[in-house]
Protein backbone atom coordinates (compact mmCIF):
# COMPACT_ATOMS: atom_id res chain seq x y z
CA UNK A 1 0.00 0.00 0.00
CA UNK A 2 1.37 3.43 -0.90
CA UNK A 3 1.10 6.22 1.76
CA UNK A 4 -1.68 7.90 0.87
CA UNK A 5 -3.77 4.77 1.09
CA UNK A 6 -2.46 4.16 4.63
CA UNK A 7 -3.19 7.97 5.40
CA UNK A 8 -6.39 7.31 4.47
CA UNK A 9 -6.85 4.42 6.64
CA UNK A 10 -5.35 5.94 9.80
CA UNK A 11 -7.52 9.00 8.90
CA UNK A 12 -10.64 6.78 9.06
CA UNK A 13 -9.93 4.85 12.33
CA UNK A 14 -9.50 8.02 14.25
CA UNK A 15 -12.76 8.95 12.98
CA UNK A 16 -14.54 5.71 13.61
CA UNK A 17 -12.51 5.57 17.51
CA UNK A 18 -14.65 9.26 17.69
CA UNK A 19 -17.28 7.55 16.72
CA UNK A 20 -17.26 4.73 18.71
CA UNK A 21 -16.22 7.08 22.05
CA UNK A 22 -19.10 9.06 22.09
CA UNK A 23 -21.58 6.47 20.86
CA UNK A 24 -20.17 4.60 23.84
CA UNK A 25 -21.23 8.16 26.13
CA UNK A 26 -24.59 7.79 24.25
CA UNK A 27 -24.93 4.03 25.99
CA UNK A 28 -26.03 2.93 22.09
CA UNK A 29 -25.47 -0.90 21.37
CA UNK A 30 -22.73 -2.14 19.78
CA UNK A 31 -20.89 1.69 20.03
CA UNK A 32 -17.76 0.67 18.57
CA UNK A 33 -19.29 -0.77 15.46
CA UNK A 34 -22.08 1.58 14.98
CA UNK A 35 -20.57 5.02 15.92
CA UNK A 36 -17.45 4.04 13.15
CA UNK A 37 -20.54 2.81 10.56
CA UNK A 38 -22.32 6.26 10.91
CA UNK A 39 -19.16 8.84 11.50
CA UNK A 40 -17.80 7.15 8.05
CA UNK A 41 -20.84 6.71 6.58
CA UNK A 42 -21.37 11.05 6.79
CA UNK A 43 -18.10 11.38 5.40
CA UNK A 44 -18.85 9.62 2.35
CA UNK A 45 -22.64 11.21 2.31
CA UNK A 46 -20.66 14.40 1.91
CA UNK A 47 -18.74 13.22 -0.93
CA UNK A 48 -15.07 12.56 1.71
CA UNK A 49 -13.97 9.13 0.47
CA UNK A 50 -10.47 7.52 0.67
CA UNK A 51 -9.56 4.40 -0.62
CA UNK A 52 -10.21 1.40 1.64
CA UNK A 53 -8.86 -2.15 1.53
CA UNK A 54 -12.04 -3.51 2.98
CA UNK A 55 -11.23 -7.21 1.76
CA UNK A 56 -7.81 -7.08 4.20
CA UNK A 57 -9.62 -5.15 6.62
CA UNK A 58 -12.37 -7.42 7.39
CA UNK A 59 -10.29 -10.58 6.93
CA UNK A 60 -8.02 -9.00 9.66
CA UNK A 61 -11.45 -8.25 11.98
CA UNK A 62 -12.86 -12.12 11.38
CA UNK A 63 -9.75 -13.65 12.63
CA UNK A 64 -10.33 -11.26 16.03
CA UNK A 65 -13.96 -11.34 16.67
CA UNK A 66 -13.34 -15.50 15.98
CA UNK A 67 -10.72 -15.46 18.34
CA UNK A 68 -12.65 -14.01 20.96
CA UNK A 69 -16.04 -15.91 20.56
CA UNK A 70 -13.52 -19.11 20.39
CA UNK A 71 -12.20 -18.48 24.15
CA UNK A 72 -15.81 -18.76 25.09
CA UNK A 73 -15.39 -22.64 24.21
CA UNK A 74 -13.71 -24.17 27.63
CA UNK A 75 -14.27 -26.87 29.74
CA UNK A 76 -16.25 -24.91 31.88
CA UNK A 77 -19.22 -24.08 29.51
CA UNK A 78 -19.75 -28.06 28.99
CA UNK A 79 -20.34 -28.41 32.74
CA UNK A 80 -22.49 -25.90 33.12
CA UNK A 81 -24.13 -26.82 30.07
CA UNK A 82 -24.17 -30.48 31.37
CA UNK A 83 -27.10 -28.53 34.20
CA UNK A 84 -29.20 -27.43 31.58
CA UNK A 85 -28.70 -29.48 28.54
CA UNK A 86 -32.27 -29.78 27.97
CA UNK A 87 -33.12 -26.01 27.95
CA UNK A 88 -29.67 -25.16 25.91
CA UNK A 89 -30.64 -27.63 22.68
CA UNK A 90 -34.41 -26.11 23.45
CA UNK A 91 -33.26 -22.61 23.27
CA UNK A 92 -30.52 -23.31 20.33
CA UNK A 93 -32.93 -25.33 18.12
CA UNK A 94 -35.75 -22.23 18.50
CA UNK A 95 -33.65 -19.88 17.89
CA UNK A 96 -32.14 -21.18 14.84
CA UNK A 97 -36.14 -21.85 13.56
CA UNK A 98 -36.78 -18.94 14.00
CA UNK A 99 -34.13 -16.97 12.51
CA UNK A 100 -35.07 -19.01 9.13
CA UNK A 101 -38.75 -17.95 9.75
CA UNK A 102 -38.41 -14.84 10.00
CA UNK A 103 -36.11 -14.66 7.37
CA UNK A 104 -38.35 -16.12 4.53
CA UNK A 105 -41.32 -13.78 6.07
CA UNK A 106 -39.08 -10.78 5.62
CA UNK A 107 -38.07 -11.95 2.00
CA UNK A 108 -41.81 -12.45 0.94
CA UNK A 109 -43.23 -9.25 2.32
CA UNK A 110 -40.15 -6.91 0.53
CA UNK A 111 -38.09 -6.96 -2.47
CA UNK A 112 -34.77 -7.60 -0.38
CA UNK A 113 -32.83 -10.30 -1.78
CA UNK A 114 -32.97 -13.45 0.17
CA UNK A 115 -29.26 -13.74 1.37
CA UNK A 116 -29.87 -9.94 3.03
CA UNK A 117 -33.29 -10.87 4.44
CA UNK A 118 -32.05 -14.18 6.29
CA UNK A 119 -29.09 -12.68 7.62
CA UNK A 120 -30.71 -9.52 8.60
CA UNK A 121 -33.55 -11.65 10.68
CA UNK A 122 -30.58 -14.00 11.84
CA UNK A 123 -30.98 -14.16 15.87
CA UNK A 124 -27.05 -13.61 15.81
CA UNK A 125 -24.63 -10.50 16.81
CA UNK A 126 -24.90 -7.10 14.55
CA UNK A 127 -20.93 -7.22 13.66
CA UNK A 128 -21.05 -11.45 12.90
CA UNK A 129 -23.93 -10.94 10.74
CA UNK A 130 -22.17 -8.35 9.13
CA UNK A 131 -19.15 -10.16 8.40
CA UNK A 132 -21.23 -13.22 7.10
CA UNK A 133 -23.35 -10.18 5.08
CA UNK A 134 -19.49 -9.69 3.48
CA UNK A 135 -18.74 -13.40 2.61
CA UNK A 136 -22.45 -14.32 1.52
CA UNK A 137 -22.33 -10.94 -0.70
CA UNK A 138 -25.65 -9.77 0.65
CA UNK A 139 -26.28 -6.19 1.41
CA UNK A 140 -24.23 -5.39 4.58
CA UNK A 141 -26.48 -1.85 5.06
CA UNK A 142 -29.40 -3.78 5.23
CA UNK A 143 -28.55 -6.30 7.36
CA UNK A 144 -27.08 -3.92 10.15
CA UNK A 145 -29.99 -2.15 9.95
CA UNK A 146 -32.31 -4.75 10.36
CA UNK A 147 -30.41 -6.28 13.07
CA UNK A 148 -29.92 -3.26 14.87
CA UNK A 149 -33.46 -2.67 14.85
CA UNK A 150 -33.82 -5.92 16.30
CA UNK A 151 -31.23 -5.22 19.40
CA UNK A 152 -32.30 -2.33 20.08
CA UNK A 153 -36.18 -3.21 20.51
CA UNK A 154 -35.58 -6.17 22.97
CA UNK A 155 -32.96 -3.89 24.87
CA UNK A 156 -35.31 -1.78 25.10
CA UNK A 157 -38.13 -3.85 25.76
CA UNK A 158 -36.94 -7.00 28.01
CA UNK A 159 -36.24 -4.67 31.40
CA UNK A 160 -39.35 -3.27 31.65
CA UNK A 161 -41.33 -6.66 31.10
CA UNK A 162 -38.85 -8.71 33.68
CA UNK A 163 -39.37 -5.92 35.94
CA UNK A 164 -43.10 -6.08 35.29
CA UNK A 165 -43.14 -9.69 35.66
CA UNK A 166 -41.39 -10.10 38.61
CA UNK A 167 -43.53 -7.37 40.55
CA UNK A 168 -46.82 -9.01 39.19
CA UNK A 169 -46.77 -12.62 38.11
CA UNK A 170 -46.58 -14.85 41.11
CA UNK A 171 -43.58 -17.11 41.51
CA UNK A 172 -41.94 -14.30 39.13
CA UNK A 173 -39.09 -14.31 41.76
CA UNK A 174 -38.66 -18.20 41.78
CA UNK A 175 -34.94 -19.30 42.88
CA UNK A 176 -32.40 -19.05 40.25
CA UNK A 177 -29.57 -21.19 40.18
CA UNK A 178 -26.72 -20.79 43.15
CA UNK A 179 -23.80 -20.59 41.18
CA UNK A 180 -23.11 -17.10 41.50
CA UNK A 181 -19.45 -16.54 39.26
CA UNK A 182 -21.01 -15.17 36.06
CA UNK A 183 -18.27 -15.39 32.59
CA UNK A 184 -16.66 -11.89 32.19
CA UNK A 185 -14.66 -10.60 29.31
CA UNK A 186 -12.45 -8.83 32.00
CA UNK A 187 -11.77 -12.78 34.02
CA UNK A 188 -8.63 -13.98 33.19
CA UNK A 189 -8.10 -16.13 30.52
CA UNK A 190 -4.77 -18.14 31.11
CA UNK A 191 -1.25 -16.69 30.79
CA UNK A 192 -0.82 -13.21 29.22
CA UNK A 193 3.00 -13.79 28.09
CA UNK A 194 4.16 -13.50 24.85
CA UNK A 195 3.97 -17.26 24.09
CA UNK A 196 0.55 -17.41 24.43
CA UNK A 197 -0.13 -14.09 22.42
CA UNK A 198 1.97 -15.91 19.26
CA UNK A 199 0.06 -19.49 19.85
CA UNK A 200 -2.98 -17.80 19.69
CA UNK A 201 -2.20 -15.63 17.06
CA UNK A 202 -0.95 -18.89 15.12
CA UNK A 203 -3.88 -20.97 15.66
CA UNK A 204 -6.37 -18.24 14.89
CA UNK A 205 -4.80 -17.34 11.88
CA UNK A 206 -4.33 -21.25 10.57
CA UNK A 207 -7.92 -22.05 11.69
CA UNK A 208 -9.03 -18.94 9.44
CA UNK A 209 -7.16 -19.52 6.48
CA UNK A 210 -8.16 -23.17 6.97
CA UNK A 211 -12.03 -21.97 7.16
CA UNK A 212 -11.43 -19.84 3.85
CA UNK A 213 -9.30 -22.27 1.60
CA UNK A 214 -12.37 -25.24 2.83
CA UNK A 215 -14.74 -22.70 1.20
CA UNK A 216 -16.86 -22.61 4.24
CA UNK A 217 -19.30 -19.41 4.11
CA UNK A 218 -17.47 -17.19 6.87
CA UNK A 219 -14.83 -19.73 6.87
CA UNK A 220 -12.11 -17.31 8.28
CA UNK A 221 -14.21 -16.39 11.22
CA UNK A 222 -15.80 -19.90 12.09
CA UNK A 223 -12.64 -21.65 11.57
CA UNK A 224 -10.81 -18.86 13.70
CA UNK A 225 -13.26 -19.30 16.26
CA UNK A 226 -13.20 -23.57 15.83
CA UNK A 227 -9.89 -23.60 15.75
CA UNK A 228 -9.31 -21.72 19.13
CA UNK A 229 -12.26 -23.61 20.81
CA UNK A 230 -10.66 -26.62 20.32
CA UNK A 231 -7.31 -25.54 21.21
CA UNK A 232 -8.73 -23.59 24.17
CA UNK A 233 -10.64 -26.80 25.13
CA UNK A 234 -7.61 -29.59 24.87
CA UNK A 235 -4.87 -26.98 26.29
CA UNK A 236 -6.21 -24.01 27.38
CA UNK A 237 -4.15 -21.47 28.88
CA UNK A 238 -4.75 -19.06 26.34
CA UNK A 239 -4.95 -15.42 26.87
CA UNK A 240 -7.91 -13.42 26.53
CA UNK A 241 -8.31 -11.15 23.15
CA UNK A 242 -7.82 -7.56 24.92
CA UNK A 243 -11.93 -5.67 24.78
CA UNK A 244 -9.92 -2.95 23.04
CA UNK A 245 -8.52 -5.21 20.62
CA UNK A 246 -11.79 -6.44 19.89
CA UNK A 247 -13.59 -3.05 19.97
CA UNK A 248 -11.02 -1.91 17.00
CA UNK A 249 -11.98 -4.88 14.90
CA UNK A 250 -15.48 -4.44 15.29
CA UNK A 251 -14.76 -0.56 14.23
CA UNK A 252 -12.94 -1.99 11.40
CA UNK A 253 -16.03 -3.86 10.54
CA UNK A 254 -18.28 -0.60 10.84
CA UNK A 255 -16.03 1.10 8.56
CA UNK A 256 -16.23 -1.51 5.74
CA UNK A 257 -19.85 -1.35 5.75
CA UNK A 258 -19.66 2.23 5.46
CA UNK A 259 -18.01 1.79 2.05
CA UNK A 260 -21.17 0.79 0.91
CA UNK A 261 -23.70 3.76 1.94
CA UNK A 262 -24.98 5.39 -0.34
CA UNK A 263 -27.82 7.99 -0.84
CA UNK A 264 -30.08 5.58 -1.67
CA UNK A 265 -29.64 3.87 1.78
CA UNK A 266 -32.17 6.71 2.90
CA UNK A 267 -34.72 5.21 0.41
CA UNK A 268 -33.90 1.50 1.96
CA UNK A 269 -34.51 2.58 5.15
CA UNK A 270 -38.35 4.24 4.30
CA UNK A 271 -39.22 0.81 2.18
CA UNK A 272 -37.62 -1.59 4.85
CA UNK A 273 -39.62 0.43 7.81
CA UNK A 274 -43.12 -1.71 7.64
CA UNK A 275 -41.82 -4.86 7.09
CA UNK A 276 -39.19 -4.29 10.10
CA UNK A 277 -41.92 -3.98 12.42
CA UNK A 278 -43.71 -7.18 11.32
CA UNK A 279 -40.39 -9.15 11.85
CA UNK A 280 -40.25 -7.64 15.19
CA UNK A 281 -43.53 -8.48 16.39
CA UNK A 282 -42.77 -12.13 15.59
CA UNK A 283 -40.07 -11.86 17.23
CA UNK A 284 -41.33 -10.89 20.41
CA UNK A 285 -44.01 -13.04 20.25
CA UNK A 286 -41.92 -15.64 19.68
CA UNK A 287 -39.64 -14.61 22.33
CA UNK A 288 -42.22 -14.65 25.20
CA UNK A 289 -44.13 -18.17 24.34
CA UNK A 290 -40.35 -19.81 24.51
CA UNK A 291 -39.56 -18.28 28.02
CA UNK A 292 -42.85 -19.27 29.05
CA UNK A 293 -41.88 -23.01 28.30
CA UNK A 294 -38.55 -22.35 29.77
CA UNK A 295 -40.22 -21.00 32.79
CA UNK A 296 -42.76 -24.61 32.98
CA UNK A 297 -39.73 -26.96 31.96
CA UNK A 298 -37.18 -25.45 34.87
CA UNK A 299 -36.62 -24.31 38.04
CA UNK A 300 -35.63 -20.80 36.98
CA UNK A 301 -37.44 -17.91 37.63
CA UNK A 302 -39.57 -15.64 35.17
CA UNK A 303 -37.09 -13.00 34.63
CA UNK A 304 -34.15 -15.51 33.66
CA UNK A 305 -36.49 -17.37 31.06
CA UNK A 306 -37.33 -14.31 29.57
CA UNK A 307 -33.45 -12.82 29.07
CA UNK A 308 -32.56 -16.04 27.87
CA UNK A 309 -35.19 -15.78 25.49
CA UNK A 310 -34.74 -12.79 24.15
CA UNK A 311 -32.44 -12.75 20.63
CA UNK A 312 -30.18 -9.23 21.41
CA UNK A 313 -27.01 -9.28 22.36
CA UNK A 314 -24.62 -11.67 24.85
CA UNK A 315 -23.09 -8.68 26.44
CA UNK A 316 -26.21 -6.64 27.05
CA UNK A 317 -28.44 -9.61 28.21
CA UNK A 318 -25.64 -10.29 30.39
CA UNK A 319 -25.65 -6.73 32.10
CA UNK A 320 -29.26 -6.51 32.39
CA UNK A 321 -30.11 -10.28 34.17
CA UNK A 322 -28.20 -8.57 37.07
CA UNK A 323 -30.02 -5.62 37.34
CA UNK A 324 -33.51 -7.11 36.88
CA UNK A 325 -32.99 -10.20 39.57
CA UNK A 326 -31.80 -12.91 37.02
CA UNK A 327 -29.51 -15.32 36.66
CA UNK A 328 -26.71 -13.96 34.96
CA UNK A 329 -24.49 -16.83 34.39
CA UNK A 330 -27.80 -18.96 33.22
CA UNK A 331 -28.23 -16.08 30.63
CA UNK A 332 -24.36 -16.03 29.37
CA UNK A 333 -23.86 -19.59 28.90
CA UNK A 334 -27.33 -19.84 27.04
CA UNK A 335 -26.70 -16.79 24.87
CA UNK A 336 -23.32 -17.98 24.04
CA UNK A 337 -24.47 -21.21 23.26
CA UNK A 338 -27.17 -19.73 20.81
CA UNK A 339 -24.78 -17.86 19.34
CA UNK A 340 -22.37 -20.24 18.59
CA UNK A 341 -25.14 -22.61 17.07
CA UNK A 342 -25.93 -20.09 14.78
CA UNK A 343 -22.45 -19.84 13.89
CA UNK A 344 -21.97 -22.46 13.45
CA UNK A 345 -25.38 -24.15 11.18
CA UNK A 346 -27.20 -21.06 9.66
CA UNK A 347 -23.73 -20.13 7.07
CA UNK A 348 -23.64 -23.35 5.57
CA UNK A 349 -27.72 -23.56 5.30
CA UNK A 350 -27.95 -19.97 3.97
CA UNK A 351 -24.73 -21.11 1.18
CA UNK A 352 -27.82 -24.59 0.78
CA UNK A 353 -30.76 -22.24 0.10
CA UNK A 354 -28.94 -19.81 -1.74
CA UNK A 355 -27.03 -22.25 -4.33
Not at 139 to 164: E, G, N, Y
Not at 223 to 232: H, I, P, Q, R
Not at 305 to 333: H, K, Y
Not at 343 to 351: D, G, S, T, W, Y
Request: charged share 15%.
Amino acid sequence: MNGEIMAGIAFLFIVGIAGWKLFSFLRFPSPDMLGALFFAAALGMFGIRFEFPTQEVTFVCKLVIGAFLGLKIDRGIFRELRKMMLPALLVSVWMLVLSVTSGFLLYWVTHLPLSTALLGSTTGGISEMALLAFSLDADTVAVTLLQLVRVVLFLILTPFLARWVSANIKGGQRACLEDDETPSDDAAFGTTDSSGVTILILVAIAGGLSGRALGIPAGDLLGSMASVGVYNVIRGNLPRVHPTLRALARVGVGLAIAQEVTPETLTLLSEMLFPVLIMAVVMILFGLLLSLILYKVTDWNYSTCLLVSSPAGLTQMSIIADEVGADPLTVSVLHTVRLISVLAVLPLFFRFLMG
